[in-house]
């Protein structure tokens, strides 16, 4: 059977991951956050001293990514997060990741724990556009640049990290113009996605609006 996808696609810190992760829990689906893909390739060229906006460097270390990196701490870093977009402006390091998550998508049971699932959740910037055009489900998930930032800024500083607020809303600002403006696979909603602006919403409430929609569609 054709596995089922849901994808959700959206600008940093709209809420796409605490959503992706409550929906796959939900449907019984796997979940894969595509963003820590870049931020992994992103940490990789940093660490070894690299600068991010280096196409060789960068695509080397997409194509040699080591899944380890995956579940790094210092992936959700704010440094981590500006290199990460700096990355995925870079062809070589997108098609280097293509490939890795259409398997994800076409085999998700082969997910971490190896439970089969129908299905998957994937976020992203353009999951609905370019990874998975054929997903059964389409959210486009927004925020005002303020309630992100502010929700950013409680993450960093939860995790112990020193932020204000008015650097975290300008650090938002500038990934959200590189992610729409990029020429290779740029953010956008899918011409088929349902938008869902989380701004004013709780999370069980955008939890009910989504599920809503995939409900509609199963
Ligand atoms: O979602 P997250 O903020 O972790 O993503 C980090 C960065 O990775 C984004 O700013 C974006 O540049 C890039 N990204 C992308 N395409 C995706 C997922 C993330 O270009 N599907």
Known sequence: MKPFVIALDGP??????TLAKRLAAHYNLAYLDTGSLYRAVGLAVLRAGGDPTDAGAATEAAK???????????????????????????PGVRAALFDWQRRFAAEPQADVDGRPRSGSVLDGRDI???????????????ASAEARANRRLKELQARGEEAIYARVLEDIR??????AARADAPMKAAEDAVHLDTSDLDIDQVFAKAKAIVDERL
């Open 64 to 90: 040699t990514l080591s899944a380890s990196l995956l579940s790094d701490p210092e992936l959700r870093s704010a440094k981590a997060g500006d290199a990460s977009s700096k990355v995925a402006a870079i």
């Open 12 to 17: 940093a810190a709209a809420g796409k991951g």
């Open 174 to 179: 500038a990934r959200d113009a590189r992610d």
């Open 128 to 142: 609905g556009t370019v990874i998975c055009p054929e997903a059964e489900v389409k959210i486009f998930v927004t």
